[in-house]
């Protein structure tokens, strides 16, 4: 049986909820106090004022645009047992990711790194994320490195963050999806991860 989330929690819920629906500016704190049951004084109980339960909620939707994807993925490349299996795990998260179902998680992800700018909050936590969620691709780089079907002369550290940037470089091919076929950047992104990431055999 799953514990019943606290009232921050909630009020963190409530207010990804507001921002989803309506951006920042429609978040009021009397509104997102009503929709979990507690009095507006409360909600200060948690957080300062609006602003921090604003931040808190754009840091969180952040964060799960990630865990959802990284952890699965994860999970699935060190259950392989040799380069073809490490390889379809690489190909079935990268067709996951671009499916079009994410579109808005990369919306959400691009969303909050421009709240960035203007919150310092924001901006130390979507640093903090982001070598989370590399330090664990990094380990499946490593992981790969170890048994010779990930490349060598690369630092997987760096490997990983380039990964991720190669993810989410696709809103820029999204944002003129008139203008070029997605499923054609698709094929080269995956492609061009796997050109990388690939071991080379010595001359």
């Known amino acids: 049986m799953s514990e019943k989330p606290n009232t921050r929690q909630q009020l963190v ?10 951006g920042e500016s429609s978040v009021r704190v009397s509104a997102i106090a009503t929709a979990v049951g507690v009095k507006e004084p409360s909600v ?4 300062k004022n609006r602003d921090a339960l604003v931040e808190a909620a754009q840091i969180e939707r952040y964060r799960r645009s990630y865990s959802e994807m990284i952890v699965p993925f994860e999970m699935a490349a060190e259950m392989s047992e ?12 990268f067709s996951l990711v671009y499916s079009p179902e994410r ?21 130390k936590a ?11 691709l990094a380990r499946v780089m490593v992981f790969g ?8 002369d690369l630092d997987p550290m760096a490997l990983a963050y380039w990964g991720i940037g190669q993810i989410n470089g696709r809103v820029m091919a999204e944002m003129n999806a008139g203008l070029v076929s997605l499923a054609e950047w698709d094929k080269v992104s995956v492609e061009a991860v796997l050109g990388v990431y690939r071991y080379k055999a010595p001359k």
């Open 13 to 22: 819920e409530a207010t990804m909820a507001a921002i989803a629906y309506g």
């Open 44 to 47: 200060y109980h948690f957080f």
């Open 82 to 93: 040799t380069a073809e299996e490490f390889e379809r795990a690489i190909r079935k998260i």
């Open 103 to 123: 579109i808005e998680i990369r919306s959400i992800r691009k969303n909050v790194m421009g709240a960035a700018q203007s919150s310092e909050a924001i901006a």
């Open 126 to 136: 979507i640093s903090e994320i982001n070598h989370e969620t590399a330090s664990t």
């Open 145 to 152: 490195q170890e048994r010779g079907w990930v490349t060598k």
